[in-house]
């Protein structure tokens, strides 16, 4: 079999198609012919270049390797009646929700499997609105969109959703967690950053603003090398907020107390690279730190010449974001005051505070020249970076990634098997290298074989649960293959030809009958047709319904249950951004972190190690908004869980543990959450009571009922079925006696064993998981 | 979703007969058994099932006793004579020398060597020396195996916190706790599989029993020394009567809501949970009933000692008895009961002699009472810091933070007891014999559990990643195991 195998004839995947073809060995001409042919791996690097013994690539690996599917540009051909040749040829393929389906379905009926049927509209706008906004829809909303009679129903709605605050507030979450966004340092002091929450404002309002993501990753990047001087734009600012992104990792700021700089930097600097491979790229960096990769195309040199785009980063906690106007008033307005001051300031040191006679005249000025030096303006400040200079420091690569020792200067460049020479940079200004920039506009590119895949599979994979890789931050051979590929190029092309819109990318997606299949459960309207049932036959060929013969259910993660149960209680407050808010959390796990014990004593010297607990309410907010502390996560959203915020995390575990029960059954915080709901609802029927009364049934009767009704159309999205009625009335009437028998009076025990039932409906399995 | 093929398949033809949640999640733990699948990937839905071990193991179960700050093993268990003589001497030039790959050690310490006030004395059959700090743990010469030749790879708490509980110097990766309970479950389905005990933790905070990047059933749990062994065990105290209604309720529509969704695990696995959670809450309420424990088990924890301090340590070595017997798989204390541990920058000796008061005699306790019990055998005990200290002065009769030479003992579980491996230099400085790096210590630990460290691994971002990094980078520690 040597003989049919030689380096020559790779790629693998060419030969297997092209074997069939060539029953006769005679026919080398032919294949030769056919593999000069093959497309660009990558355009701009030939094959021949890779297979020549010279380049480095196939110095390691030997012509192997090179057929990594994520390697070559996405491609899309025709698909009569959807996707025609002109299209293709003008690039003006575009995303539609109905091409998303015929991608679908051609591998659903290649595989003999049958579409679930759409869900009904009640389970399709709760699913859609925690999709989208990370929040329960209304009573309201829910019986709005039933009942619509008008057309496009659903499309207004993911309209109206897209265009939502709440929208913007979710989606950050998701790009939050693969930049591993925390609002401390991280080790053993582990401080706040008092900054650091303006990049998260800026991530929700980039996608509130459907900021298209080449930009969107341009400014991460390289945000101040986009702008020169001061900010003259909203846009600008946000530009230098974004380098936000270049100071998330963790710091260690004790690192220089013990000399241990050269570890430290090691570290920042490998975890700029990895983050930012895998962020963008999906492309495992961090895998070829100490040698060359183990299963892809990377050498270890490509980890540090990939680390040298980021060798001149400078933190800087003073970024000047006011606006270059706003700027000036503040300089005048300044320079004015230091006019006032100065001969005030002159005259003071003309005076002796030791003379008696001069000492009124001396408090007097001193008061003054305070007074006026409060009046100073300082512009606002980002927590950011810029490059420390022109030239930046050597970046050597590390023998078996060890910083001690450090062997051959490497220069900025890409994965050498896309190109092996070093990066071309330009300078923007004097004052930076211009090699972010450079690394920026490069991700951004449209050839970049990886960027548009990685994005939006991360999307389908919110909407759908898994991705369409379900590897979303490994597009190597150690990842998994996409399920879909043809799905997934188009998906990529056609989202870059929409100017990488993430709202239309959504719009496309939720659109599709893909989407709005039912997860399992029959529809409603299609109970009585047998027909229509989920198939037994889809479940047992593919039960891991990887094919989206229908919709997955979801769990909420842990932020989204937390929201949901404020939203539906009535206690979620809004919150107009800004610095984030500490919610309580016992002192006995506070005792985690000494770190925390030594500010809690005034120990850490202004540092801000500890925790700023604020009031209970005032914590009611969006989990997005509660700190994100390294050394303590909150443990209501611990446990459900929240990510740790050390790495990249592309895919929330959602594992299913006691300790979760517990928390949602028994924890003070989850408690007063069905506490407030029940008291809710209490007063709603007070302000009912005084309505038309109903024909039938008794007042009580009614009461109970309703309030039962209440609790699940706030809670579910849905009324409860006369069993659950039942089974619920049962739970009021026992409990209603047990707290009787207690000695609390009726009124007391009518609240206390409807709060019960809340509780009972919070800790469904439907309240986490949706449909 | 959990997407496990092999168990989900299972699953999906089992429920297609109908099981409740429960009993199949039981049911599957058992079949796991009879087949004798070794280090089977976890079940989603019971995920603290007991896994076989890779190869036979020696120890089942492990408390490791860590001691936060980084203890002058100079001053406990590292006797070195030279260091007496010496005493305000400079250090040997031949010493200073030395290029260290940690940095710092020096800057911070006075030219002047530093003894302690101790009396050092053989113990046992085994002549094991100790000084006269630890006078309890001392009549366990015979039964601890000495590792002196550990070093580190940072001089600073958290990254050396982070790299003796987790492997790694950067936060993030699942502690030694988490990646056991994964690779072999627990004994006991109705506690977790571990379980923590603290006043204070160690520097870093919760990242050090963090799961990392492994599924959030093997994160460690904490359990208190005082009052209710656990958070959220139970509910607030007016719903304690209506527990058990409000459960079924939940229950009965739970199981309603999965049988619509066939195929979905997850919701199975939920109301297994809760269950689980259930039972739980007597299960571990009993953990804490120190009161069934006899007067002379008391006493011999310190219980009662005016020292508070060593009272509540005591309590926790006590706990982490009750919670191995129960068969929980992994237990860790942290000595410290306020911010300072160990970490004796200035006044060395009050630092070692207060937190030696506080342990030595519970740690003792605790030793008795596993071998007492015939637990010991099965049980490995692990005393560690995340570093050493100078035998040189800093500022005012302190000690700096040393990674390149300290001590750690082991027993039990298999452990070749009364030796002692490796050895620093004359003055305790460096680990010259034998260096041995946390990552062998962690490799040690785990080959005892009959863990394969190579062949414990998740993905996780594209990577396998292992407890003891890249593959075969490590090797036991040499004769520890006789």
């Keep these: 079999m040597k003989l049919f195998r030689p380096r020559l004839l790779r790629p693998r995947d060419c030969l297997v198609f092209v074997l069939p073809l060539v029953p006769v060995l005679g026919c080398w001409a032919c294949l030769i012919t056919l593999i000069a042919a093959d497309e660009l791996a990558v355009p701009g690097v030939l094959r021949s270049e890779l297979s020549d013994p010279e380049h480095p690539v196939h110095q390691a690996f030997q012509g192997e390797r090179l057929d990594l599917w994520s390697l070559k540009p996405p491609r899309v051909d025709a698909v009569p009646g959807f996707i025609s040749a002109e299209q293709i040829a003008e690039n003006s393929v575009r995303l539609s929700s109905e091409v998303i389906d015929v991608f679908i379905r051609r591998q659903l009926s290649a595989a003999g499997l049958k579409p679930a049927p759409e869900t009904d509209r009640r389970r399709l706008i709760r699913r859609v609105t925690f999709d989208l906004t990370g929040l329960p829809p209304t009573p309201k909303e829910v019986q709005t969109f039933v009942e619509d009679p008008l057309p496009r129903a659903y499309e207004r709605l993911v309209e109206r959703l897209l265009a939502s605050p709440a929208y913007g507030e979710r989606w950050a979450r998701h790009w939050l967690d693969v930049v591993r966004y925390a609002d401390t340092e991280g080790f053993e002091r582990d401080e706040f950053r008092p900054q650091i929450w303006q990049f998260r404002d800026y991530v929700i309002r980039s996608l509130q603003q459907d900021k298209p993501f080449d930009q969107f990753l341009r400014e991460q990047l390289a945000g101040d090398e986009l702008v020169e001087g001061p900010p003259a734009t909203p ?143 300082s512009p606002r400040t980002a927590m950011g970076a810029t490059d420390s200079g022109a030239e930046a420091p050597a970046t050597h690569l590390f023998y078996q990634g060890d910083y001690s020792e450090p062997r051959q200067e490497v220069a900025p460049g890409f994965p050498s098997v896309v190109e092996a020479g070093a990066a071309r940079i330009t300078a923007p200004r004097a004052e930076t290298t211009g090699r972010r920039r450079a690394l920026a506009e490069w991700i951004a590119s449209r050839q970049n074989p990886w960027t548009a895949r990685v994005f939006v599979n991360r999307v389908w994979q919110q909407h759908f649960g898994t991705g369409l890789v379900a590897s979303a931050n490994d597009f190597g051979f150690s990842g998994s293959r996409p399920t879909h590929p ?186 007063r959450f069905a506490q407030i709901l029940a008291t809710r609802i209490m007063s709603e029927k007070e302000a009912a009571a005084t309505g038309p009364v109903e024909e039938t049934g008794s007042a009580a009767e009614r009461s109970w009922e309703s309030r039962v009704e209440r609790v699940f159309q706030t809670a579910l999205s849905r009324l409860p079925d006369p069993e659950e009625l039942s089974v619920c009335r049962e739970l009021l009437t026992q409990h209603h006696e047990q707290y009787c028998h207690e000695g609390h009076t009726a009124d007391e025990a009518e609240r206390l064993s409807l709060r019960d039932l809340c509780r009972a409906v919070m800790n469904l399995n439907e309240f986490l998981y949706i449909d | 979703m959990q997407t496990f093929p092999q168990s989900r398949r299972q699953f999906f033809e089992r429920s297609a007969g109908g099981f409740a949640g429960v009993a199949l999640a039981a049911l599957m733990a058992e079949q796991g058994r009879k087949e004798g699948l070794h280090a089977s990937p976890f079940d989603p839905l019971n995920p603290l099932a007991e896994r076989l071990s890779h190869v036979a193991p020696r120890a089942k179960q492990v408390i490791f006793l860590f001691q936060y700050g980084g ?85 600073n708490h958290a990254p050396a916190t982070y790299l003796m509980n987790t492997g790694a110097i950067l936060g993030g990766k699942p502690s030694l706790g988490s990646w056991v309970t994964y690779g072999l479950g627990s004994l006991n389905q109705n506690l977790p599989g571990y379980v923590l005990l603290y006043k204070v933790g160690g520097l870093g905070g919760s990242a050090n029993w963090s799961n990392g990047f492994l599924p959030a059933a093997f994160q460690g749990t904490q359990f208190r020394a005082e009052g209710a062994p656990a958070l959220n065990l139970a509910p607030p105290a007016e719903l304690a009567n209506v527990q058990r209604s409000t459960l079924d309720l939940i229950q009965r529509l739970n199981r309603r809501h999965a049988d619509q969704h066939p195929g979905v695990l997850d919701l199975d696995g939920r109301i297994a949970s809760y269950e689980l959670a259930y039972r739980m809450q007597s299960k571990a309420l009993d953990i804490g009933e120190l009161s069934q424990e006899t007067k002379e088990t008391h006493e011999s924890y310190g219980l009662n000692d005016e020292n508070s301090s060593k009272a509540l340590f005591g309590r926790m070595c006590l706990l982490s008895r009750r919670l191995v017997e129960k068969g929980v798989r992994f237990v860790q204390l942290y000595n410290a009961v306020d911010k300072l541990g160990w970490d004796g920058h200035e006044q060395s000796t009050d630092y070692h002699r207060r937190n030696a008061a506080q342990t030595d005699q519970p740690i003792a306790a605790l030793l008795a009472d596993l071998k007492q019990r015939g637990l010991l055998d099965s049980t490995l005990v692990l005393w560690a810091g995340e570093f050493g200290r100078t035998p040189m002065m800093q500022g005012n009769l302190g000690r700096n933070h040393n990674p390149y030479g300290f001590t750690i003992w082991m027993a039990g579980g298999g452990v070749k007891p009364g030796q002692s491996i490796g050895a620093t230099d004359e003055i305790g400085l460096r680990a010259v014999d034998q260096p041995q790096s946390v990552k062998n210590l962690h490799a040690t630990i785990l080959t005892a559990l009959g863990l394969n460290p190579d062949e414990l691994f998740f993905e996780s971002n594209g990577r396998q990643e292992r407890l003891t990094g890249v593959a075969q980078s490590w090797q036991t520690i040499p004769g520890v195991f006789g």
Aim: aromatic share 8%; with cysteine.
């Design chain 2, 71 to 155: 203890p002058s093993t100079l001053d406990l268990i590292d006797y070195k004579p030279v260091l007496i003589q010496q005493q305000g001497k400079p250090v040997p030039e031949s010493l200073k020398q030395n290029p260290d790959k940690v940095g710092g050690v020096f800057n911070h310490c006075k030219d002047e060597l530093m003894a302690g006030p101790w009396k050092w004395s053989q113990q046992g059959e085994s002549g094991l020396w100790f000084s006269d700090l630890l006078p309890h743990t001392a009549r366990h010469a015979d039964d601890l195996c000495l590792v002196h030749s550990m070093y580190s790879e940072s001089s």
């Design chain 1, 235 to 377: 846009a600008e600012v946000d530009s230098l907020i974004a380098t936000g992104f270049l100071r998330l990792g963790s710091w260690d700021s004790t690192a220089a107390i013990f000399q241990e700089e050269a570890r430290h930097r090691d570290q920042q600097q490998g975890d700029l690279a990895n983050t930012t491979a895998s962020a963008f790229l999906g492309l495992t960096l961090a895998c070829c730190q100490c040698h060359d990769h183990k299963y892809d195309p990377l050498l270890q040199v490509d980890h540090f010449r990939f680390r040298a785009f980021f060798a001149a980063v400078a933190p800087r906690n003073d970024l000047v974001i006011e606006l270059a106007a706003e700027q000036t008033v503040i300089a005048s307005h300044n320079a004015e005051l230091e006019q006032l001051v100065a001969p005030v300031r002159a005259e003071l040191a003309k005076l002796d505070k030791d003379k008696p006679e001069d000492q009124p005249r001396f408090q007097e000025l001193s008061t003054q020249i305070s007074e006026l030096e409060r009046q100073q303006r």
């Design chain 1, 486 to 671: 043809e799905l997934l190029d188009w998906l990529a092309v056609a989202w870059m030809n929409d100017g990488w819109s993430i709202k239309r990318l959504h719009q496309a997606i939720l659109c599709s009958a893909t989407y709005r299949q039912a997860s399992n459960e029959i529809p409603e309207h299609n109970r009585s047709a047998d027909s229509t049932r989920v198939p037994d036959e889809n479940l047992r060929r593919d039960p891991e319904n990887r094919l989206l013969w229908r919709q997955n259910v979801k769990r909420l993660d842990a932020e989204t249950l937390r929201d949901n149960l404020l939203a539906v209680s009535g206690a979620l407050r809004p919150y107009d951004a800004g610095k984030p808010l500490w919610p309580f959390v016992p002192l006995e796990l506070l005792h985690a972190q000494p770190g925390i014990l030594e500010a809690k004593d005034g120990g850490d010297g202004g540092r801000m190690q500890g925790w700023y607990e604020d009031p209970l309410e005032a914590t009611d907010v969006r989990s997005l908004y509660l700190v994100r502390k390294r050394s303590l996560p909150i443990p209501f959203l611990q446990v459900f869980d929240l990510p740790d915020t050390t790495v990249s995390c592309s895919r929330r575990e959602t594992t299913v543990v006691a300790p979760q029960a517990l928390m949602l059954f028994n924890s003070p915080e989850a408690v």
